[in-house]
Each structure stands twice: as structure tokens, then as C-alpha cells.
């Protein structure tokens, strides 16, 4: 039995570039057991190329990290073992179930077979999805895709779950239910999560601790009361926003980046 | 609950390493089959091809006697041929469907999970061998109402069904790498377009080594498929004087293949969530 770290996630001058491009230039983060994380910034900011690093499928270029008790580089397979993931994209198999979806997540995640349908019942209630369990995802609607994917990213009770864009592309009823639910989990075990999100509301409504990244760079880091208390009384994480990187949130991305989003929303529209 | 996750760790015996690895393949390419079982209009479309080779080409040639083929019918020669071409064909279009995965997020969801690179490899290669399947059966029933004899002993029908099912997997594999490595669906179907038509008319399947020139005969050595008809050839049709290399040869070879592209393809695939 491995010794539960407090630390669950740390990142050392993590650094990531694409030819001439750096996406994330030496980022130092450190999650707590049990806290919900977020990284907020504009696309392009580099956030979803952290969490690519952190979830072992992308190698940093320099710097390194650890993830429950474990290096990314050297000991990727330990990682993946200890983690869910939640793509930006659509994963769920739409030609499947969602219960052959969770089945496969089982599976691969090596959930005993003893505890296979259990866990996929559970999982199934939790998230509301009984009724549609046994209907082809491609039926599904984009908020119950989300709530499938999170059943298959929680099944396996990993560490850390990490969450990247969770609610986009979702109308507001949507957003909330996934909101509730990952509120309730975090109340329910304790799991550690690390979003990312482009969205001031999601980052308040969800976050014990934020970080705001700019350009590859951590632009500020804590509690979003505490950052909203920093700037003055009535201010919005976008006054904070605004105050430490020097501009808004706006939405930036290159055409592959823009083109990624829209694909996403139009399929889980 | 969130401790659970730490006392389950990844080490153990190699036993139950290759247990966890059958299970993970296995449960990759269950998947895949729950999606055929749903779908069969692939499965239908995919034996009009091998028909249209059996009742046209082969009625055709097996009248004009161009083909020297010995003691045997030339529909008889042809029609292990036609099987082996029509389940390489449709593997080699295969990785399409991870390039599909790729633009959703399903590639990335797998590959952040702890199974083994080479079981999604292998699982998804045994998902295409499952679709080849119905062309046997097919490809069967039509060449023996032409008048093609088969052996039917227990342990030949195997060895066809071996022959498929490592054929199949094996051109798979390679459609997987070549998707590894173009990522988009156009170049894709470019480079499937450019590999078939040389893969099968640079072999055996319908007509003999002994007819080619000398180049051609050297092309067609180097081709797995060459291998695949060899073998299917001995095991289909009665009396096994027919093999070139012999059975052993055929196997090991197609074996060695699937292995090397298995593993060549598991270090690449990491590079469809890039």
C-alpha cells in the first residue's frame, strides 16, 4: 500500500513547445488532496496542454510533475492507473450504450469483475442515467454525454480526475447538472479534480483554488474570494482577470483551436 | 474511497500481466463487436467485391485457359485468392475508424487510461478479423455451387479460420500505423488506394509465382499477402501439394509480421492524442 500524498498534484518548471510556439512555459502549480482546482485563462493560454502533460499523453519538453505519488515521464503507466480523464472532445462511443461504454471503462481500468456491475449501477444512478442506460449514446443529449463521460472518468475511484472544459458547449440547465454532480462527488469521496475552463462563472461556482494562466504563464494564483477580495469589494474574477494579465478574458485560439470547439459543440448540440 | 485507487497497484506477476493484457484486448474488441452485431451493412457490402471476382474474373479466365494451373480448375486456384484479397482489402481500410476516433476523443480517453498501447492495438486488429468472418462463409458457399471441391476435415476448416483471422489482423495493423502516422482521413484514403491494387496483383491470388518475370516474382516474395494466399490455399483446397513455401512458413511468417507491426504501432500510437 503506497502512502496517500497531501499533495496529489505538483509541477516542477513544467514546459511545453511546439516548434517555435511555447504552450506552457515553466508552470509550478501544487493541488491538495480533496481540492477542486481550476485553470482558468483565454484559449491558447495553455491550459488544456498542461492537463495533456499531466495525464501522461503529451511529454514535456522540460520541467517534469508528479501526479498522486507518481512522475509523469518515468512512471506514465502508475499515472494513468490513478487517474480519470474527461476530454475537451467528445469521448463516448456513440455507437455504443452507456452502459457498454462504462463497461469498457471498467474493463480497462481492471474493476474486478465482482465489482464490475455494481460499480456500473452505481455510477449509472449517481449521474442520473438509469433510464438511458441501455440506449445508443448517439441519442443521448450533449448533457447527458457529459454525465456518461464522468460516470466512465469516476468508475474506477481514481486519485485525481481531471477535467478539461467540462461544461462546454452545454446549455445552462446542462451546465448546472454537471456542476451539481461534481460538487456532490467532490462531497461524496473526496476527489481530488483538476479543471480547466475559459468560463468566470464555472471557475466561482466550482473552484477552491484557482489559477489563472496567460500565454503559458501562471498569472495569479488563489481562493476566487480571495482574488476577488484582493481588487476590491464588488469585484468579478474578470476585474481580477483584468487586473493581472492587463486585459479580458476574450477568446482567442488558432484555427485548428476554433475549429476543435466548434466541432465539439456542434456534436453535442 | 479516493485511497482505494493507491492499493490496487499496477505490478504483480507476469501471469497476471498477461491476464490483464488478454482482458484489456478482449474488452477493446468486444466493443467493436457489439458495433457490427448493430450494423451489419458493412459486413453485407464488404462480400460484394469477392463475388463479383469469383463470378466475372473467375468464370472469365477459368474459359480461356490463360492461366496455367496445373491439375487443379483455375476457379479452384483463384478462389483462395479471392478470399485473401477481399480480408486484406478490408482491413487495410481500417484505420479510418481510429482517425474518426481521433477527431472525437475517444483516442485520447483510451490512451489516458492504464491499458497496454499494444492491447488497443491488438484489440482493434481483432475487431477487423471479426469482420472478415462473414466473407469466409460467403466466399465458400458461392465457389462451391461454381464447383470448387474444399476440404472439409475439422482441423483444415481451423487452419482457414487461423489463416483469416492472422491475415486480417495483420493488414489491420498496418492500416492503424499508416493512420498513426497521416492523422487525416484524406491522406488516408490516398495512401489505402495506393497500397491495394499493387498488394494484390503483386502476389499469388490469381495467377502463380511461376507465371511472373523474374522482378515481379521477387515483389510478390516480399508480399504478406503472398504468404496469406499460400497458406489459405493449402487449407482450402484439396491436396496440399499446392503450397509454394509450405504451411510453417506461411504461419511464421504472418505471425512474425503481426507481432513486428503490433509493436511498431503501440509506440506510434501515442502520437493520435498529440
Redesign the interface.
Known amino acids: ?4 500524498p497531501e499533495l496529489i498534484i505538483e509541477t516542477r518548471h513544467l514546459k511545453r513547445t511546439f516548434g517555435s510556439l511555447v504552450a506552457v512555459a515553466g508552470l509550478d502549480i501544487a493541488v491538495q ?2 481540492e477542486i482546482f481550476g485553470l482558468l485563462g483565454p484559449n491558447g493560454a495553455g491550459k488544456s496542454t498542461t492537463i ?1 502533460m499531466l ?4 511529454p514535456p519538453t522540460s520541467g517534469g510533475a508528479r501526479v ?2 507518481f512522475d509523469i515521464v518515468r512512471q506514465a ?2 499515472v ?4 480519470g ?9 456513440g ?2 450504450t452507456g452502459r ?1 461504454n462504462l ?3 471498467a ?4 474493476v474486478s469483475a465482482a465489482d464490475r456491475t455494481a460499480r456500473i449501477a452505481d455510477a449509472l444512478r449517481f449521474m442520473d442515467l438509469e433510464e438511458a442506460a441501455d440506449h ?1 449514446v448517439r441519442t443521448y443529449s450533449g448533457g447527458m454525454i457529459r454525465r456518461l ?1 464522468l460516470a ?1 472518468a469516476m468508475l ?4 485525481v480526475l ?1 477535467l478539461d472544459e467540462p461544461t462546454i458547449g452545454l446549455d445552462p440547465v446542462a451546465r448546472r447538472a454537471v456542476w451539481d454532480r461534481l460538487l456532490e462527488l467532490k462531497h ?5 479534480m483538476l479543471l480547466t475552463t475559459h468560463d468566470m462563472e464555472e471557475a466561482d461556482a466550482l473552484c477552491d483554488r484557482l489559477a489563472l494562466m496567460h500565454q503559458g504563464v501562471l498569472a495569479t494564483l488563489g481562493a476566487p474570494a480571495d482574488l476577488k477580495a484582493a481588487i476590491g469589494p464588488d469585484a468579478t474574477l474578470e476585474d481580477v482577470f483584468v487586473r493581472s494579465v492587463g486585459r479580458g478574458i476574450e477568446k482567442g485560439g488558432t484555427y485548428r483551436d476554433v475549429r476543435r470547439l466548434r ?1 465539439t459543440i456542434r ?1 453535442l448540440g | 474511497m479516493t485511497s482505494a485507487g493507491f492499493a490496487t497497484r499496477s505490478a504483480g506477476s507476469a501471469k497476471a500481466r498477461v491476464a490483464v493484457f488478454v482482458a484489456q484486448t478482449l474488452a477493446i474488441a468486444e466493443m467493436e463487436a457489439h458495433k457490427l452485431v448493430r450494423d451489419p451493412t458493412e459486413l453485407i457490402s464488404r462480400a460484394v467485391q469477392p463475388v463479383l471476382w469469383l463470378l466475372v474474373f473467375g468464370q472469365v479466365f477459368a474459359h480461356t485457359r490463360a492461366i496455367p494451373t496445373g491439375t487443379l480448375s483455375y476457379l479452384a486456384f483463384m478462389t483462395p485468392g479471392v478470399l485473401a484479397q477481399g480480408v486484406s482489402f478490408t482491413a487495410i481500410f481500417y484505420g479510418i475508424a481510429v482517425i474518426w476516433e481521433r477527431d472525437l476523443g475517444i483516442v485520447h480517453k483510451l490512451l489516458a487510461s492504464p491499458a497496454a498501447r499494444s492491447s488497443l492495438v491488438l484489440g482493434k486488429a481483432l475487431a477487423a478479423s471479426i469482420r472478415a468472418l462473414p466473407q469466409v462463409v460467403i466466399i465458400y458457399g458461392l465457389a462451391a455451387l461454381l464447383g470448387v471441391r474444399f476440404t472439409l476435415r475439422l482441423d483444415a476448416l481451423l487452419g482457414v479460420a487461423g489463416f483469416v483471422l492472422l491475415g486480417s489482423a495483420t493488414f489491420a495493423t498496418l492500416s492503424l500505423l499508416v493512420a498513426c502516422v497521416v492523422k487525416t482521413r484524406e491522406r488516408f484514403m490516398g495512401i489505402g488506394q495506393i497500397l491495394t491494387m499493387p498488394l494484390f496483383f503483386a502476389s499469388n491470388a490469381i495467377y502463380p509465382l511461376a507465371m511472373m518475370p523474374a522482378w515481379l516474382r521477387a515483389v510478390a516474395r516480399v508480399n504478406p499477402l503472398t504468404y496469406l494466399v499460400d497458406g489459405l490455399r493449402v487449407t482450402m483446397i484439396r491436396g496440399s501439394e499446392l503450397s509454394q513455401f509450405g504451411l510453417g512458413v506461411d504461419a511464421v511468417v504472418m505471425a512474425f509480421l503481426l507481432g513486428l507491426l503490433v509493436l511498431v504501432t503501440a509506440r506510434l500510437y501515442p502520437g493520435l492524442a498529440r
Not at chain 1, 1 to 4: G, L, T
Not at chain 1, 107 to 110: F, G, I, Q, V
Not at chain 1, 156 to 159: K, V
Open positions: 500500500m503506497i502512502r496517500v488532496r480533496g495533456k495525464t501522461t499523453l503529451l498522486a505519488g503507466a502508475d494513468r492507473h490513478h487517474i480523464y474527461v476530454p475537451q472532445l467528445l469521448s463516448a462511443d455507437a455504443l457498454e463497461t469498457l471503462s474493463k480497462l481500468y481492471r445508443l463521460e466512465q474506477h475511484e481514481p486519485a481531471f461524496r469521496s473526496a476527489m481530488t466541432n456534436r
